[in-house]
């Protein structure tokens, strides 16, 4: 079958969308569908049970509700449609609020800017959303606190510099006692004390009812309070008021970005596998790595406002598909690394290796139509940038299929809210089909978990090598000091060499060996 023949019989568009799909250019088999019809069955039993409200993470008791955010009359009950729409309003009348200058900061005067803290979904999907389509100009300028780099903290403060006493400041964790989050918190309420502000005048909660940080901005008279929920997880929690907070403050349209994710929703939902956007989706990457993820997923967007879109797919796709164990307890060490930048970027970063390397991936290009809202100039007799962008995917799509480099491509009409919510919907679905298909928990991340603990170990052992430093010149070698705490010689060497890089200990000399280094305490 010639490339024209196979691009019309695997090529589906919904039309009242502006959307398309093509899977043409993936060589999976005619007989994958029929092959794989009981496992997609089975994820479409799954996913309609998760949608009215099964318990889909076993490990915590919990329900799964993100789609929930975006049609609240899928909710399995009347209190939590109620508290999805109560807070949808809450958001948007709050953010009108600051807007009108009926919500000023202190001395009364208006808002400028907004400041997110979180990390992971908590700042991932606001930065997707703010970078994709907030309004040029914004209504709110938006900065972020994404990790617990001080010097990274720093730059922001500094580029915010006398407009932070017209900086609301959102702080985003479930739990209230995500560290990086509280770091950041304890950082912007100093930045705000040096500048002579109270930070509770400026500063917004978004996080569980009664967690750490409810109690702690109920008790210093915090601005406002929104939910998070536990049935929402940070990765699909764009759509609560994890994201529509930071959004409509910039001046986005929210209600449409939650209908285009409905109404991918709404087409995902009961359409069969072979015209199912999402179901596509799931079963090209089940062909492309063989069930077990042998290939990478190239996010390839041909549109800057989307760069940001590789990074938000990173973790909805390798968070939820990363595991060690599936459903029945099996060792699969399952999960699709993700990557990607822009085109037509790409073509002059590691797209040569897609082309001539080694062939261990598969690339989602995502085409947006319109080149611009303005009238485009020639740059070329006939010719404009956008032709020019349209050209380089075109050809990109081409050389990699000559040297059996398998794409899909989606496309789009244009980026704004309501494509930006179709592609979020699309891949949130895609993930928890490909689940289905694979056996795994998508909604669960004992890893991350881990990482946590272990962290914390380190904090531990930190402290005590900080105490044990002895004072004066003699100092202690970094074998001596491991040996008398009875920890690792390699953790107790990374450590002193963090505290005398920031000035909480003294490096007297370098030994014949790294085990010789002494320190003393600063």
Not at 273 to 284: K, T
Not at 403 to 409: A, D, H, M
Request: avoid cysteine; hydrophobic fraction near 45%.
């Amino acid at each position: 079958m010639n490339h024209w023949d196979r691009f019309q019989k695997h090529f589906v568009r919904y039309p009242n969308m502006g959307f398309s799909i093509d899977i043409s250019r993936m060589a999976f088999e005619d007989d994958l569908f029929s092959n794989m019809a009981e496992r997609i069955d089975r994820a479409f039993n799954d996913m309609r049970a998760l949608e009215a409200g099964a318990i889909a993470n076993p490990d915590e008791g919990r329900m799964v509700g993100h789609y929930w955010l975006r049609q609240s009359a899928l909710a399995p009950d009347a209190a939590i449609k109620s508290e999805i729409d109560d807070t949808l309003d809450a958001t948007l009348k709050f953010a009108a609020e600051i807007h009108s200058g009926g919500i000023t900061a202190a001395g009364g005067a208006r808002f400028t800017r907004v400041l997110v803290v979180g990390i992971g979904g908590s700042a991932l999907g606001p930065q997707l959303v703010s970078h994709a389509i907030a309004p040029t100009p914004a209504a709110m300028s938006i900065s972020f606190f994404d990790n617990t780099d001080p010097d990274g903290m720093d730059k922001v403060i500094a580029e915010i510099g006398s407009e932070l006493a017209t900086t609301i400041t959102l702080v985003i964790s479930k739990s209230g006692g995500t560290k990086e989050t509280r770091n950041g918190m304890l950082e912007a309420s100093l930045a705000y004390s040096k500048a002579g502000l109270d930070f509770a005048k400026h500063a917004v909660a978004v996080t569980g009812v009664g967690s750490e940080l409810d109690k702690h901005a109920i008790a210093q008279g915090w601005l406002a309070r929104f939910p998070m929920w536990d049935w929402v997880g940070g990765r699909t929690s764009v759509m609560s008021a994890v994201g529509t907070l930071a959004a409509a403050l910039q001046g986005v349209d929210v209600p449409r970005l939650l209908a285009g994710a409905a109404a991918m929703d709404a087409e995902t939902r009961n359409r069969p596998a072979s015209e199912n956007a999402a179901m596509l989706l799931a079963l090209m990457w089940h062909h492309a790595g063989k069930g077990r993820g042998l290939k990478d997923m190239v996010v390839l967007p041909y549109k800057d406002r989307l760069v940001l879109f590789s990074k938000y797919l990173q973790q909805l796709v390798m968070e939820s598909l990363g595991k060690e164990h599936d459903l029945s307890g099996a060792v699969v060490n399952q999960g699709i690394a993700v990557y990607g930048n822009k085109g037509s970027t790409d073509q002059h970063a590691y797209v040569q290796q897609l082309r001539d390397g080694v062939n261990n991936f598969f690339a989602t290009f995502i085409e947006v139509r319109k080149s611009r809202d303005a009238e485009s100039m020639a740059v070329d007799p006939g010719f404009t940038s956008g032709d020019y962008l349209q050209g380089f995917l075109r050809g990109t799509r081409k050389a990699l299929t000559e040297r059996n480099r398998e794409s899909i491509t989606l496309s789009i009409d244009e980026v704004n809210a309501y494509s930006l919510g179709m592609l979020i919907g699309l891949f949130e679905r895609a993930v928890g089909f490909y689940a289905s298909l694979v056996n795994v928990n998508a909604y669960h991340q004992p890893g991350v978990e881990a990482g946590k603990k272990a962290a914390t170990e380190f904090l531990q052992q930190l402290a005590r090598v900080e105490v044990a430093l002895p004072t004066g010149n003699d100092g202690i070698s970094v074998a001596g000091l491991a040996s008398q705490l009875d920890l690792d010689a390699e953790d107790v060497f990374h450590m002193l060499n963090h505290l005398a890089a920031n000035g909480r200990a003294r490096m007297i000399s370098a030994g014949d060996s790294l085990a010789g280094d002494i320190f003393a305490s600063a």
